[in-house]
């Protein structure tokens, strides 16, 4: 399929969001997407996950949720809404079809597809998501061990855990939800392994207000300030949960997040209450595996039936466009949204930080203007 104005590649939040505010520019795009379906990260995810950001501050651009929906949506209902929005008359979607490696063509690019197509187009937008390809750390004695080992990308619900035990490794919000999960839902014993202490904000508070709301209020306050409040409302919310293995970090929620090391965990207190309750064990962090064992830090060592790796994802953009010096060191795109990477070619997404979906929406629409923009320069006559 070839003379393509603009082509988008990824139909997750970040993609719709960019072709549905091309749409409103008056562009009608291509989304190309190698899963059979739009919003597959979501459609994967496990069962109980909802959003942790809030209603106002997670939908696409322009498109509000529809009344009715609870603030913090459900992962079925956030894939719905994004079905719902994919199905617009001016966004032609092939889905099934995956994007291996972006080349500079005579009309713009090519997109070398899984197909063994070539796809031509002026504009192209990579919206492939942060949260591309999941890790699993490769600690030494891997293979060698004897029960099961995932990443939390592939865990779904407890049901296949009864009665067992499980080692969820990491302390973020889906390492957290997930240790709860299990401990709520039929395992023996489960420990969560934390090599740093998170960073624990509740996900509304205070009061029923989202803590979403709060933070990009505090976002505009000097990062020492935001953190002093915020360090504040864990010690009222929860206290210290040194006693439990997790002490407060020494940095604050926006110390961290501004030196890129990392977002915070946001749980609901029933989380904080199981953690009081000891309803699952924070245990140090994972060094090696052996056999039926898991050494852990402080010579501790457990024997779980399985491991469940939240550790993280990579963006897995090299095959895609490495060859384009469009990448930093980290694998991540230089620029993002309305400034191109190259002439013709935009990152959307690829946002390490709490409140993604809102940002994500904010980014397409300048990534948007500036792509129709370009669009209509180049189809403007040319004087003398
Ligand atoms: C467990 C979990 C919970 C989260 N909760 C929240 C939350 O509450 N609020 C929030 O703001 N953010 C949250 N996030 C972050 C969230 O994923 C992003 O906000 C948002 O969904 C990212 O959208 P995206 O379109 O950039 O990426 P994705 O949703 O990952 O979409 C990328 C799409 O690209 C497709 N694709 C990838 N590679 C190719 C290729 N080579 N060719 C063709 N297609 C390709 C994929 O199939 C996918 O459909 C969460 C993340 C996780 C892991």
């Known amino acids: 399929m070839n003379g393509n104005r603009a082509v988008i590649v990824g139909a997750g939040a970040a993609g719709l969001s960019v072709a549905l505010s091309l749409v409103d520019r008056g562009v009608q795009p291509l989304i190309l997407d190698r899963a059979e379906n739009v919003a597959s990260s979501w459609r994967g995810r496990y069962d109980r996950l909802r959003l942790n950001t809030s209603r106002p501050f997670s939908h696409l651009p322009g498109r509000r949720f529809a009344k009715g929906t609870p603030m913090f949506p459900t992962r079925d209902q956030l894939v719905g809404y994004l079905e719902q929005h994919s199905q617009n008359q001016d966004v032609k979607l092939r889905l099934g079809v995956g994007a291996d490696r972006i080349e500079p063509g005579s009309k713009g690019w090519v997109i070398r597809t899984s197909t063994g197509e070539g796809i031509e187009a002026e504009q192209v937008v990579v919206a492939t998501g942060y949260e591309n390809k999941a890790v699993i750390p490769d600690w030494p004695g891997r293979d060698s061990f004897a029960g099961t080992i995932l990443h939390s990308a ?31 839902g039929g395992a023996a014993k489960v420990w969560l392994a934390v090599r740093t202490p998170p960073n624990i904000l509740l996900r509304t508070s205070p009061g029923p207000i989202p803590s979403d709301i709060i933070g990009v209020a505090l976002l505009k306050f000097p990062l020492k300030l935001a953190d002093t409040v915020t360090r504040y409302g864990q010690r009222s919310d ?48 994972v060094r090696s595996l052996a056999g039926s064992a898991v050494l852990l830090d402080r010579g501790m060592q457990v024997e779980p039936d399985a ?25 991540v795109p230089k620029v993002r949204g309305e400034k191109a990477a190259a002439e013709g070619l935009r990152f959307v997404g690829f946002v390490p930080r709490p409140g993604a979906l809102g940002y994500i929406a904010k980014e397409a629409k300048l990534a948007a203007k500036a792509i129709a923009r370009e669009l209509q320069k180049a189809e403007a006559p040319v004087n003398g």
């Open 238 to 285: 929860f206290g210290d949960l040194s006693e439990y293995g997790l002490p407060f970090p020494d940095d604050g929620v926006f110390a961290r997040i501004a030196r890129n090391g990392g977002e915070p965990t946001i749980i609901d207190r029933e989380v904080i209450e199981a953690i009081k309750a000891r309803r699952f064990e924070v245990v140090g962090a």
């Open 154 to 184: 592939d865990y779904r619900n407890p049901s296949a855990y009864k009665d067992k035990a499980v080692l969820v490794v990491g302390p973020g919000c889906s390492g957290m939800e997930i240790a709860y999960d299990l401990a709520t």
């Open 307 to 331: 491991v469940i790796c939240a550790t993280g994802y990579r963006r897995n953009l090299e095959p895609l466009v490495g060859h384009l010096d469009v990448l930093d060191v980290r694998g």
